[in-house]
């Protein structure tokens, strides 16, 4: 999947606001509950695409509120969108009963869409694909797609993706519901976390096949969803966790602050079941990464939980007491390229409908330049890519570029004098480009390069 080259750096960004939503219903087919869901450009219109369960909808951008066009994609659990093989047209991974495809689009607008198995990874349990992640595990690599099937399971996508039989490796045989990925031990590899009722971490040992050390950070809890991210701009990754307690209240999502994995309490749920969706994304654009959280049961709020630095987060409503459930859901995207970041969901008992809640504040007053970075310290800008690589390709003195998605997961870092190699962007989107420079020199560069 690959589509013009594109490089974009955003500066004097306006923080955005996060008290106005809209809630749009999509039909899902009526199949029954999913385990996939995921959210991304599939087409190069600059509009997030959504794909969940056995099916592909086309984002109409404007308001969204008509104009989806849904598209069957085979049967069974998308879970990924992830530039598989390098060309125009969008790619897509599901998990089914017999097997993983490889779904990739046959047109530019997703109209057709083929679909080839290449690993035998499938689904046979409740809880098979609950977790699953994209992340690129061992330099050099292509990205892994991480599932929590039998274990934790990499399929890493090869160079040769059309041959099929894709490797598969078992990182770890511990099992888990929800998963997430990131770099706790700032050693720039992704690691691992994940859990049921003791969450836990895995330390990546620099190679997919090597030993992936599991270390466990609290017990007694009741994990469904994990995820891996920079909650307090240290440079470590802290793990949050959600609990889902099925038909009971009192379920917690709870941040647990690495290295000592101090305990922070966010919310205790009041309604039933609890938090059967959780993600991280910098919402406002501020630099720190908040957390969104949907319920399942009844009564069902969507929430985002606003950090202000400090370990305070400001509460902020999107949807109260309402049907629409999220189950592994509440997925953050930008759907009709106005800058807000929207929020996704799929039911499970709801006959697997598809909610979607439109920011109703668009991002402005954006200054767009072209690839300049100014001052002395660390900037975060945000970058859409469509292909290559990012690099450092001037300036002086020692400089630390690292880059992120949107949800906070480290994609890869690079340090050194300029030229700094290029990190390599496994999927069109947007990213957080950080670049640190520790010598106090004026300026550098960073560019896109094929």
């Known amino acids: 999947m690959r589509g013009l080259p594109v490089f974009l750096l955003c500066f004097g960004l306006t923080y955005a606001q996060l008290d106005s939503w809209t809630a749009i219903e999509l039909d899902a087919g009526g199949d029954g509950p999913t385990y996939g869901i995921a959210a991304g450009d599939l087409t190069g219109d600059g509009n997030a695409d959504i794909v969940c369960g056995s099916y592909f909808w086309r984002s109409p951008g404007g308001d969204l509120e008509s104009g989806w066009v849904r598209k069957d994609l085979g049967g069974a659990d998308a879970c990924a969108i992830v530039d598989v093989d390098g060309d125009e047209f969008g790619d897509v991974i599901v998990v089914a009963g017999d097997g993983t495809y490889w779904c990739e689009a046959q047109d530019a607008n997703g109209d057709s869409w083929s679909r080839d198995k290449v690993a035998n990874i499938s689904k046979s349990e409740h809880t098979d694909l609950q977790g699953y992640q994209v992340a690129v595990l061992e330099d050099g690599k292509n990205p892994s797609i991480i599932v929590n099937i039998g274990g934790v399971v990499a399929i890493t996508i ?170 592994i859901g509440v997925v953050p995207a930008d759907l009709n390229g106005d800058g807000g970041i929207d929020i996704v969901s799929n039911s499970y008992l709801q006959d697997s409908k598809v909610f979607v809640w439109r920011n109703n504040h668009p991002v402005a007053s954006v200054e767009d330049r072209q690839g300049l970075l100014h001052g002395n310290n660390a900037s975060s800008p945000f970058v859409t890519v469509h292909n290559g690589k990012l690099r450092v390709s001037e300036g002086s003195g020692q400089v630390s570029l690292a880059v992120f998605d949107m949800a906070g997961h480290l994609i890869g870092r690079a340090n050194g004098a300029a030229p700094v190699s290029g990190i390599k962007i496994p999927q069109s989107g947007i990213y957080i480009a950080r670049i640190t420079n520790r010598t106090n020199q004026a300026v550098f560069r960073i560019n896109l390069t094929k």
């Open 158 to 327: 090869p160079d040769n993706p059309e041959a099929g039989n894709w490797p598969t490796q078992t990182l770890n045989s511990s099992s888990s519901i929800g998963l997430g990925a990131g770099d706790i031990d700032e050693d720039g590899d992704i690691d691992i976390a994940g859990g049921t009722s003791t969450v836990w971490w895995l330390e990546n040992p620099g190679t997919i096949a090597g030993s992936w050390t599991k270390h466990d950070i609290a017990s007694g809890l009741s994990v469904d969803r994990v995820e891996i991210a920079d909650i307090d701009g240290d440079g470590d990754g802290d793990v949050v966790m959600a609990e889902e307690k099925f038909g009971q209240t009192g379920a917690k999502v709870i941040i647990y602050e690495a290295p000592d994995w101090t305990a922070h309490e966010l919310v205790t749920c009041s309604c039933t079941h609890g938090y059967m969706s959780m993600h991280v994304a910098d919402f406002d654009y501020d630099g720190n990464l908040d957390v969104v959280t949907g319920e399942g049961g009844s009564n069902c709020k969507v929430e985002i939980w606003v950090n202000e630095g400090s370990w305070q987060f400001e509460r902020k409503e999107v949807s109260a007491n309402s049907s629409r459930q999220s189950h």
